[in-house]
């Protein structure tokens, strides 16, 4: 069934009851399966509910997709074109950004210049995030030869996060540092499994990081939230907690404000 829902491009506007309300904030999510992997955009959604924040959110993503494939994308294209976003999110494909810097330039940094282009053509005051994933478990799943960097998570974490705040600056643009935060957690509770056990997609508890770290790039404030999605209260406080410390105390490093 898995194999199914990765080749499917999925374009869901409402998700769930906040449809398109007049103070709800409309945000769009592009990218693939780590944006889509136990519905990181429903998680978001509920944090924000739970502070009064009110999410009407649209999502277009595809299993491995790169930018350069969502460009290709008649329904993506049209969907920016028709504008009235709020917030827009950017997901790379998981190890693209982390590959040699000529390559990353070549067949990264233009495709995200083209989408934010396209986000602000139909959106002029939206604002485009920049979702920084994480390293693979131990260095990318297909190893790259004569290309250490890539191949142990360390350095494969460190070239996604260069790459991810490149093309934040280069676009004028925020970034969630999801990947910063990953690397955190990895650091100080070895013991709690971030990953699938494909050692690259995120387990429950990394998909509940991810989505404190994005309402909190959204949010730009401390917060508390009951939404535990399904974790013990001790662990989803830590998670927030940390979160929240990754954004808020690295506001320039990130170009938020």
């Not at 009951?226 to 907690?241: D, F, I, K, M, T």
Request: hydrophobic share 40%; proline share 6%; with cysteine.
């Amino acid at each position: 069934m898995m194999k199914l829902v990765l080749r499917l491009i999925f374009v869901l506007l409402p998700l769930g009851s906040m449809a398109q309300t007049q103070d709800s904030l409309r945000v769009l999510w592009v990218g693939n399966s780590f944006t889509y992997y136990n519905d990181l955009p429903a998680t978001v959604r509920e944090i924000a509910a739970s502070q009064g924040v009110k999410l009407s959110c649209a999502r277009i993503l595809k299993g491995g997709e790169r930018f350069s494939g969502h460009l290709k994308n008649r329904a993506l294209l049209d969907t920016l074109a028709r504008g009235g976003w709020d917030y827009v999110i950017l997901q790379e494909q998981s190890s693209s950004p982390a590959m040699p810097t000529g390559e990353v330039a070549r067949e990264v940094y233009p495709f995200a210049r083209t989408l934010d282009s396209l986000v602000h053509a139909g959106s002029p005051r939206a604002q485009v995030i920049f979702y920084m994933t994480w390293g693979h478990r131990n260095g990318c799943r297909r190893p790259v030869a004569g290309y250490p960097p890539i191949n142990s998570y360390e350095l494969m974490q460190a070239r996604l996060v260069t790459s991810y705040l490149e093309m934040t600056y280069d676009n004028d643009a925020w970034c969630a540092p999801v990947g910063l935060a990953w690397r955190q957690v990895r650091a100080e509770h070895p013991d709690w499994d971030l990953y699938q056990p494909d050692n690259y997609h995120p387990s429950p508890t990394g998909s509940y990081l991810a989505a404190n770290v994005i309402f909190t790039t959204i949010f730009r404030k401390p917060y508390l939230t009951e939404v535990r999605a399904g974790l013990p209260a001790e662990q989803a406080g830590y998670l927030q907690h940390l979160a929240q410390r990754t954004v808020l105390d690295n506001l320039v490093l990130l170009n938020i404000r």
